[in-house]
């Protein structure tokens, strides 16, 4: 997708935001509309049936009173993401057989992004091209800006952080282990610290952030890195 006939996007990683047309949308009404958007914005390129939807924005209520949600956050939905003065608007939620199907016009998507990157990493590992690996890996952490719809606590939410989450922590694995294998310590340093970011309890990135700091000579900080492993590690 060309970058000139991007006009809209949504991100969801590290919070929630769609803009249509450099218009970022914040009309969304009580209910779950947003949190409907959010779902079929995850299930992108496939239609998802309405009871789908019901068991997972209501798995409390029961089937006839669910149906009734659905309508009204998908009737909410579509007044939010209406652009004013048009007549249809670059992201749509379309009804198509007993469900629904988002539909978007250049619409860029972070998770779509970060997931085409990781991909792209993987063919070049597998191809033995590391440093294509590593500029693939590198690409695709600079839209991982944070825990996939941290706000968002439903399990379906709940599941695809995580396995976000655990993308970005291998990404940050590989680029350190390309970089310990050039003694590039620094580097290494840099990508343990953000794995942290990702993951405040990986003890991984504790072992190689002692271990970098003991090879440049830094020994104070290499026994800091170790305490505060062992303290944090403690409270798992």
Known sequence: ????????????????????????????RAGKSQALVQYLLLHRGRPVSRDTLRSALWPHLPPSAGVTSVKAAVHGARR???????????VRIASVDGGYLLQ??????DVATFERRMTAATAAVAGGDRTLAAGHLR???????????????AEWAVAEREWCRVRALHALRLL??????????????????RALEVDP????????????????????????????????????
């Open 80 to 90: 939010a993401l209406c652009v004013p003065g048009e007549r249809h608007s670059p």
């Open 104 to 109: 978007a016009d250049h619409l860029r998507i």
């Open 139 to 153: 690409r695709a952490l600079e839209v991982y800006r944070g825990d996939l719809l941290p706000n968002q606590d």
């Open 201 to 236: 309890y990986d003890p991984a990135a504790f072992t190689v952030l002692a271990d970098c700091h003991r090879r440049l000579g830094i020994t104070g900080a290499a026994l800091r890195w170790d305490e505060l492993a062992q303290s944090r590690l403690a409270q798992v």
């Open 176 to 193: 350190s282990d390309l970089a310990l294998d050039t003694g590039d310590w620094w580097a290494a340093i840099r990508w343990n610290r």
């Open 1 to 28: 997708m060309s970058d000139i006939a991007v006009t809209s996007s949504a991100e969801l990683l590290g919070g929630f935001r769609i803009t249509i047309d450099g218009r970022t949308v914040t009309n969304w």
